[in-house]
T-cell receptor, first 115, second 110 residues
Framework: NAGVMQNPRHLVRRRGQEARLRCSPMKGHSHVYWYRQLPEEGLKFMVYLQKENIIDESGMPKERFSAEFPKEGPSILRIQQVVRGDSAAYFC?????????????FGPGTRLTVL | DAKTTQPTSMDCAEGRAANLPCNHSTISGNEYVYWYRQIHSQGPQYIIHGLKNNETNEMASLIITEDRKSSTLILPHATLRDTAVYYCIVKSNSGYALNFGKGTSLLVTP
């Protein structure tokens, strides 16, 4: 059973460009979570999605950031007009619908560098 | 979710047991204790979780005190590859977010 997959693993963008980060959950998982880890800091929750629904986006910056998890295909975290402060590691996690304790399993992350 | 307190860092000799403590004195009855680790900027790796009974799996053991105010993660025979930051997280079933905090940086030495 393949684990959570994220791509790209490394992404370089110039200020003002858009960044699109993809996450494919583990097979059979329909819950996706995005976290951000700024340099030398712990992971911070951003958003929780189920198929076609955003359940909790309390950790998402109010502007420029959006997330989706369509019926088909991976979950996408989109950052518009990136700034240097967006440079961070972005981790995606997934959990199975039948696991009542919602254990989250993480992907390898996407490291975003904004020049 | 309840807050956790962990030592900033710990050392352990290779082959010995590593015992990582965690205090969660304000834990509620429906909150679980989760342990994750992060090896040098890789994605966090799930280790184990429990509610009130002690738990064991192929990676580690989790000992939770009877009053549930603290717990200990035990790596029975630490190897160099166990060097990582270990996070103790308390979360209820109805909560979504894992609060990673600062964790304990474990260094396993030869």
């Amino acid at each position: 059973n393949a684990g959570v997959m994220q791509n790209p693993r490394h992404l370089v963008r110039r200020r003002g460009q858009e960044a699109r980060l993809r996450c494919s959950p583990m097979k059979g998982h329909s819950h996706v979570y995005w976290y951000r880890q700024l340099p030398e800091e712990g992971l911070k929750f951003m958003v929780y999605l189920q198929k076609e629904n955003i359940i909790d986006e309390s950790g998402m910056p109010k502007e420029r950031f959006s997330a989706e998890f369509p019926k088909e295909g991976p979950s996408i975290l989109r950052i518009q007009q990136v700034v240097r402060g967006d440079s961070a590691a972005y981790f995606c996690a997934s959990s199975p619908i039948e696991d009542s304790t919602d254990t989250q399993y993480f992907g390898p992350g996407t490291r975003l560098t904004v020049l | 979710d309840a807050k956790t307190t962990q030592p900033t860092s710990m050392d352990c000799a290779e082959g010995r047991a590593a015992n990582l403590p965690c205090n969660h004195s304000t834990i509620s009855g429906n909150e679980y204790v989760y342990w994750y680790r992060q090896i040098h900027s890789q994605g966090p790796q799930y280790i184990i979780h429990g509610l009130k009974n002690n738990e064991t799996n192929e990676m580690a053991s989790l000992i939770i005190t009877e009053d549930r105010k603290s717990s200990t993660l035990i790596l029975p025979h630490a190897t160099l590859r166990d060097t990582a930051v270990y996070y103790c997280i308390v979360k209820s079933n109805s909560g979504y977010a894992l609060n990673f905090g600062k964790g304990t940086s474990l260094l396993v030495t030869p």
